[in-house]
C-alpha cells in the first residue's frame, strides 16, 4: 500500500488537538435533559479497552486502545453517545516481522508489543500515534477517514512509551511522556521523529501531590488544551492506596505547572478529559477488574476555580445521565457465519497471522486453519482468531468439522491469556477424542500476586465418534462485593461443554480460574485455535462463532 506523506502545511493547519470545544464550565449536575433517557450502566464496556485515548469530532465521538501482541493493531472506536461503541477500523495490520511478533524460535510478544496510543484531530485528518516495545519505535498514522482503514504510517526510533501529543497553533508539534519525571520534546514537522536537542524536563516529580510514598510514579499522561490552559493527566499509585488521577495545569505549554490529585476512587484511573456539543464534561477512565481485563468507565466532571473535579462527590457513578447501552454486541464483540472475506472486525489475531495458513474461501461459509509445523506449546501456537470476553456474563460458542486433522492435531475454542483453559478435538491415531486442559496449577487455588501458573494437563477426556463436535467456554464475571480498596472482586470462573448437536451441552473437565496477568498483560479472549503436535499439513474448518 502506498503511504502518502503528511506535510508540514497539514500541520499549520487549523488544529482540534484535544477534542475538547466546550467552555469548560458547564456543571456535571445538569446533565438531564428531555432527549436523554438516564440510567447508562458503569461501567460503559465491561470488557478489556485499557488505556483510552479520546477525543470528540462534532458531535461523534473516537476512540483508541491499547492492542499489545495482537494483530490487527490500535482499534479506533466510535460512539454517537459515550455509551455505545463500534468498533471502525485499525490503524495497522502489523508492525513488523521478527522471531517475536511471528512467534518462531520460542519467542512471543506477550505482554509487550503496542501500547498506550494517543488520538487527535488536526486540519481535517485523524492523527493516532503509538509505541512498540519489540520493535523499540514510536508510531504515527494519519487519515482523513477512519473507516476508509487506509492509514499513511510514520515510524522513529526510539519507543517512547504512555507520550500524549500537543499541535501547537504555530505549527509546532511536541510530544509528553515519562515515569515521575515528565519530559517534553519537539518533533520533526512531518512527524518522522524527534527535532535534536530539543528534549527538557517538563515536571520533576509528576506524582508529587499524591505524596513522597508511591509504588508508581506519574505515567499515562494525557495532554489537553482548555480555555487557554494547558491540563496534563497522569495517574500513580500511593503505598497502601490505590491507582490515583494527578492533574497539572499552566497558562504555558512549558510550565510552571501546579498539580493536585483530582480522583481516588475503586483504582479507577487513566485517562482524559472529553466534553459533549451541549457543554457537559467527563473524565474517561478504567479499573483493573480481574479475568476480564481493564474496563472503561466514564466519570462526570465540574470546573471549580480553572480546575476538573472528578465524580459525583468523589465517586464513581454506578449510573450515567446517559443514553442505555445497547450491548457490547455486536460494536465490541459478534458472532460471526465466517462469509465474508475478512473476518469481521471485533476478531484479532494472537500475533503476526501467517496468511497462508488461514482461508474463507477455500471453503465457502467457514474458517479453515492449517499448520505447516509441529507445536509443543500451546501458546506458541500460531493463527489463533481471538475476540474480548465481556461482563457480567458470556459465553462464545463454536462449530467445528475435523474430518482433516491429522494424529496429535488439536482445535476448538479457549479462553487465552497466561493462564489458559481450552475445549478441543484431538485426533488419536484414527480417534477422536474431546479433551479439556487448563495450566491452572494443581491442588489449591493460587491466591499469590502475581498468580502462577501450572503445566499444561488434561483435566478430562472423552472419547467422541464422528467428525462435526460444538464447542462451548461460558464466562461468569459477576461482582461479588466486598471491602476491599476497589470495592468489590469478580467471581472469574469459566466451565467448558460440549455437544454432538448443538443444543445438548455436556460439562467437560472442572471450573477454570480467569485471572489477570502481566505476562500477557490482557483480559481473557476467545480464541478459535488449531495447532499440530505430531504432524503437519492439515487443518479445521470452522462453520460458525456464536456470542452471547
Request: one cysteine or more; charged letters at 25%.
Amino acid at each position: 500500500m502506498k503511504r502518502k506523506l503528511l506535510t508540514v502545511s497539514l500541520l499549520a493547519a487549523t488544529m482540534l488537538w484535544a477534542g475538547c470545544s466546550g467552555n469548560g464550565t458547564q456543571s456535571a449536575q445538569t446533565q438531564s435533559s428531555a432527549s436523554v433517557e438516564m440510567g447508562c450502566p458503569n461501567p460503559v464496556i465491561w470488557s478489556d479497552v485499557p488505556d483510552m485515548s479520546m477525543l470528540r469530532v462534532g458531535d461523534t465521538y473516537y476512540m483508541t486502545s491499547t492492542t499489545m501482541h495482537l494483530n490487527p493493531g490500535v482499534p479506533v472506536m466510535r460512539s454517537k453517545d459515550l455509551s455505545n461503541w463500534e468498533i471502525v477500523s485499525y490503524c495497522y495490520d502489523k508492525l513488523g516481522d521478527m522471531d517475536e511478533t511471528m512467534l518462531l524460535n520460542g519467542k512471543n510478544t506477550y505482554g509487550k508489543g503496542s501500547w498506550a496510543s494517543c488520538i487527535r484531530y488536526v486540519g481535517g485528518k485523524f492523527v493516532v500515534s503509538t509505541f512498540d516495545q519489540v520493535t523499540d519505535k514510536t508510531y504515527f498514522f494519519t487519515t482523513d477517514n477512519v473507516e476508509s482503514g487506509k492509514w499513511e504510517r510514520k515510524e522513529f526510533a526510539p519507543s517512547l512509551h504512555d507520550h500524549t501529543v500537543v499541535f501547537e497553533d504555530d505549527g509546532k508539534v511536541y510530544m509528553i511522556n515519562g515515569n515521575g519525571k515528565l519530559f517534553i520534546r519537539e518533533l520533526l514537522p512531518d512527524l518522522s521523529g524527534v527535532k535534536p536537542d530539543t528534549e527538557k524536563v517538563l515536571i520533576e516529580n509528576g506524582g508529587q501531590p499524591a505524596g513522597d510514598q508511591l509504588m508508581l510514579n506519574a505515567e499515562g499522561s494525557q495532554m489537553f488544551k482548555i480555555n487557554g490552559k494547558y491540563y496534563l493527566i497522569n495517574i500513580c499509585w500511593p503505598r497502601g492506596g490505590m491507582r490515583t488521577v494527578v492533574c497539572h495545569r499552566a497558562d504555558n505549554l512549558f510550565g510552571p505547572y501546579e498539580g493536585r490529585v483530582v480522583f481516588q476512587d475503586k483504582g479507577v484511573a487513566q485517562g482524559g478529559l472529553v466534553d459533549t456539543p451541549d457543554g457537559r464534561w467527563f473524565a474517561y477512565l478504567f479499573g483493573d477488574r480481574g479475568g476480564v481485563g481493564r474496563i472503561p468507565f466514564i466519570v462526570p466532571v465540574e470546573w471549580k476555580d480553572g480546575w476538573p473535579v472528578f465524580g459525583v462527590d468523589g465517586k464513581v457513578p454506578d449510573t450515567l445521565a446517559l443514553p442505555k447501552s445497547k450491548g457490547l454486541i455486536p460494536g465490541i464483540v459478534d458472532s460471526d457465519d465466517f462469509s465474508g472475506d475478512q473476518p469481521k472486525l471485533v476478531w484479532q489475531w494472537n500475533h503476526n497471522p501467517v496468511n497462508s495458513l488461514w482461508s474463507l474461501s477455500e471453503r465457502q461459509g467457514f474458517l479453515r486453519l492449517k499448520t505447516d509445523r509441529i507445536d509443543e506449546i500451546f501458546t506458541q501456537s500460531r493463527n489463533m482468531l481471538t475476540q474480548r470476553t465481556f461482563g457480567p456474563k458470556c459465553s462464545g460458542s463454536v462449530c467445528l468439522d475435523a474430518s482433516h486433522l491429522n494424529d496429535g492435531d488439536i482445535a476448538g475454542i479457549a479462553l487465552l491469556a497466561g493462564q489458559y483453559a481450552y475445549v478441543g478435538i484431538k485426533k488419536n491415531g484414527n480417534k477422536n477424542t474431546i479433551i479439556m486442559v487448563d495450566n491452572m496449577p494443581e491442588g489449591e487455588p493460587d491466591n499469590s500476586w502475581p498468580p502462577k501458573s501450572g503445566v499444561a494437563h488434561e483435566v478430562e477426556s472423552v472419547d467422541f465418534e464422528g467428525d462435526v463436535v460444538y464447542l462451548k467456554a461460558s464466562c461468569d464475571f459477576s461482582r461479588i462485593p466486598d471491602d476491599s480498596m476497589i470495592g468489590s472482586h469478580g467471581k472469574d470462573e469459566a466451565e467448558l461443554y460440549y455437544s454432538t448437536d448443538g443444543k445438548d451441552w455436556k460439562h467437560i473437565g472442572h471450573t477454570f480460574k480467569m485471572v489477570y496477568k502481566l505476562d500477557h498483560f490482557m483480559g481473557q479472549r476467545f480464541a478459535l485455535f488449531y495447532y499440530s503436535t505430531k504432524k503437519a499439513g492439515g487443518y479445521a474448518d470452522f462453520d460458525w462463532y456464536k456470542v452471547e
